[in-house]
């Protein structure tokens, strides 16, 4: 081997050293932080959302950001907790009461209509159910046993998820304040790190990619959550059962990007049927009110933000839900819309012209 070569040699062995511990530190750091990146995101997320916000709060306090972060914190986390603790308590209390009830055989089912039997496929062996627990409830329970032991185990599982979601959302909301003060210093980080990856046109994917993550986070994921509350507190109110259980539908539905009606119609046809008819037609405004707010809000909340398809925001969120439970349900929409703007942005760029200078440049060679 001349010198030429044994040099070529010893440069790939030491790039092919330097790469491979680079890869392993990168994989050791994931494997870290891997319990934290839905946090990390989300805070991420958080704080890009409220950096208007929270630059206003700052000038009020006189420039002092870490106290205005501080501040922001605690806020959000009173607007997390609280509704959430009197939804949690309001889904317990639900159950407890429905236990109650079979114990002591207070509930009764009516017969089902004779037209049930003539249902498709599922007629007859519903009717047969049903008759059955209209009849003898116990009998009925003992031979949903085995299907209500699963639903039983899923449920638990849920809610415990659901603690956890909670858990991390905390995580994400205390994390967002560390890097509010650090907001400076996060931009032009991120705009370095676009230039490395994209070139000279990073920095503009970057501000791109803060502008939709502000108009989903506030037009799509705030307003999901101030309808879900505005609706659990009038279920909580009238005093509906399972009333937590409703607003997560709520908020599921709402950040898929369907309407909250699905659910809040059947709630209120119940309302009809359990209260005072006041108290049933106050809620029943309250509840077209909550359902008609995103027409309001969404204007108000999203400003001049990327639109993404609600293909893309349902995919997200499910995805995310389904992947990190209910931070997941947020942090899934956002990326995949921001991945989504970045991705149509840079088609955008390559668009017919990059097409046509490529034909240009080939027509000679067809020629040939």
Request: neutral net charge.
């Amino acid at each position: 081997m001349t010198n030429d070569d044994r040099a070529f040699d010893r440069r790939v062995t030491q790039a092919a050293v330097r790469l491979s511990l680079l890869a392993l530190l990168v994989f050791w750091c994931l494997k870290i932080l891997a319990p934290f990146l839905n946090p990390i995101m989300g805070g991420v997320v958080i704080a890009i959302a409220v950096k208007t916000p929270y630059a206003k709060l700052t000038r009020v306090l006189g420039g002092r950001p870490k106290l205005a972060a501080v501040l922001l914190v605690v806020v959000a986390l009173l607007l997390l907790i609280v509704p959430t603790l009197a939804l949690g308590a309001s889904l317990v209390e639900s159950t407890d009461g429905l236990s109650a009830d079979l114990i002591h055989e207070h509930i009764k089912i009516p017969a089902p209509p004779d037209a049930v039997a003539d249902w498709p496929i599922v007629g007859e062996q519903l009717y047969a159910l049903w008759l059955g627990a209209s009849q003898n409830l116990e009998t009925a329970l003992v031979k949903l046993a085995p299907y209500m032991k699963d639903v039983g185990v899923w449920l638990v599982s849920s809610v415990g998820d659901l603690g956890i979601g909670l858990g991390m959302f905390i995580v994400a909301i205390v994390i967002a304040g560390a890097i509010l003060p650090n907001g400076e210093r996060a931009a032009k980080l991120a705009d370095k790190t676009a230039y490395i990856i994209a070139g000279p046109r990073g920095p503009k994917l970057a501000a791109l990619a803060a502008s939709s993550i502000q108009s989903v986070t506030r037009g799509v994921l705030g307003v999901a959550a101030i309808q879900s509350v505005l609706a659990g507190l009038g279920m909580l109110v009238v005093g509906v059962p399972a009333a937590g259980l409703w607003t997560l539908l709520i908020l599921i539905l709402a950040v898929v990007q369907l309407p909250s009606t699905l659910v809040l119609i059947p709630v209120i046809i119940y309302v009809f049927y359990t209260s005072s008819t006041v108290v049933a037609v106050l809620f029943a405004i309250w509840s077209i009110l909550v359902g008609l707010s995103d027409n309001v809000l969404k204007p108000l909340l999203m400003g001049r933000g990327s639109s993404v398809p609600m293909l893309v925001l349902f995919m997200g969120s499910i995805g995310g839900f389904m992947a990190g439970g209910i931070l997941g349900l947020f942090v899934g929409a956002v990326v995949l819309s921001l991945g989504y703007t970045v991705f149509m942005a840079w088609v955008d760029e390559s668009g017919p012209e990059d097409l046509e200078d490529e034909d240009v440049t080939s027509a000679p060679t067809k020629a040939r």
